[in-house]
């Protein structure tokens, strides 16, 4: 039996197979009531009466007791809260007080009153604030309203993210293709073998016969490399690298690279470029991306035995404009990161980026629409590739001074000011924010003082507009109704890193503290008392469209991964059974067919990564 989604993105093409339910890793919900039926049924042999009478007792006991205990309605971030930080929960039943307990005594240890109730919008649910930013005593906690119960347990402490840092980053690892992965003792059973290893030029890259361009990530659930997905995915880790390197130098990934003398957030990172490079052509041109022809079953990335192929754009000059102009600006983002740790990576990386903008000033508009005859793979097509262009201007002119690339970005940067807005920030198709934060966040004695003026003025805008609107959500979340489309956990992030950028640029507490509560909403903080990243917090979601979590044989799925998130647009038949008039923050199933709402991807999971490094202490 095999299963047979076909995920997709919004610009992917919609091929959705029947569902069919998967012998290794049921629902939870199923789970549950086939435990019930289990014991039931061996109940008939006399002998065991006692015993199966017993066991049935524990069962509704237990479940009893989980319902008394777990109370979904009272919300909050399952990880925790740094000791000095805002600590709010959500409680979305009626209630007047709330109290604090220590989990190892179950002593009380702050008690407050909830605040008046408020309806949010984006969920329509009605719900009081549960605010203990007084509490400042490191240890673990869980938080009880009389009548309703009590939450998951959280922590308070310094370095309260660190796990979860940890799990999200090396999540970057288990999609490592053309390799075999092993997240070790710590994980026995996540595993998978080398695959993709043999590939091939498609009759759309202009070239034929082998190209095996082993390597990179998986993109999301799916095991297409997607260069402009890359190009966004990869510059954010950097990026991260660059602007938290001294809280994330010491932290071990336990990848096989680790102890090299490298950093390892720089080292997965690595992984990826290595593949990137590969995808450039020897005119500097780089090609769409590496997939095969349509998405393979719900297999081990191994027992994938479609051909892998380099896809180009099907005519001259077959490479596209976006993807080598991304290649352009990773790499020479690259180029200065990796200066102090492999000169020789480093200098690879400049020469391969001074290519790349040069093919791409030579070719403005080798666009990828549209997959080429035959193609069925995720399409991350665009139209405009300007804001492409312009970003590779602003890295290559921060890494190299050189005045060629600072006068295209001064030729072209003002158009794209808009974009730094508090709606719907970058994303992959949308870049423009990269290349003018990297501009403001340059510090080169040579930039321009007025261009400088409007990118820091335009960002601080946008993110004090972000601010204002995150306070007066009841969730504190920044996302509005109309964010709740595909990726909208990702776009929690991407608001994150706006943040980040904005207290970068202009140190404000409140923009860190209104990033935090960004990810406060993605580990439990929000309608569905869930944390959105696997096997992180006490109720994270368990069935994320990620074909190694649904083929494999482990219980759990792989670790540290973020759900896509709610998705009003419901581009999935699991969402479009839900009731037609749910409030757009709860179009969300934790079900694996769901590609729409609970896929995985690598740009959503390294906004997780930059949010995670930025708040960290
Ligand atoms: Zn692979």
Redesign the pocket.
Known sequence: MSTYYLQNRPERETLIGPKVPNPERGESHVRKSSDRFSAKAACHGSLIKLACLLSVLVLLLTTACAKKNDNPSIKLDQVGYPIDAPKMAVVSAPAETFVVKRASDNATVFQGNLSARATDANSGDTVEAADFSGLQQPGTYYLEVPGQGRSWTFSIAPDVFSRAYYLAMRAFYGQR??TAVDLGPEFPGYTHAA??LEGKFHSSSGKQGRRDNVGGW?DAGD?GRYMVNSGIATGTILWAWEMFGPKLRGIKLNIPESGNGTPDILNEARWNLEWMLKMQDDDGGAWHKQTSERFCHFVM?EDDHLPSEVIGTGKPPYKSTCATADLAAVSAIAARVYQPFDKSFAAKNLGAAQAAWAWALRYPDATFVKNPPGISTGEYGDTDCGDEQMWAAAELWRTTGEAQYHRYFLDHYAKYLPTLRALDTENWRVVAPMGLWAYGLAARPDADSHALAEVRNAALAAAHEVVERTRRNPYHVSLVAEDFHWGSNGLAGNYGMELLVANALSPDRTFVETALDNLHYLLGRNTFSISWVTQVGANPYRHPHHRPSGAGKNREPWPGLLSGGPNAARQDAVLRALPPHLPPAKVYRDEQASYASNEICINWQAMLVFLLAGVME
């Open positions: 293709c053309g695959c993709h998986h095991y990335p």
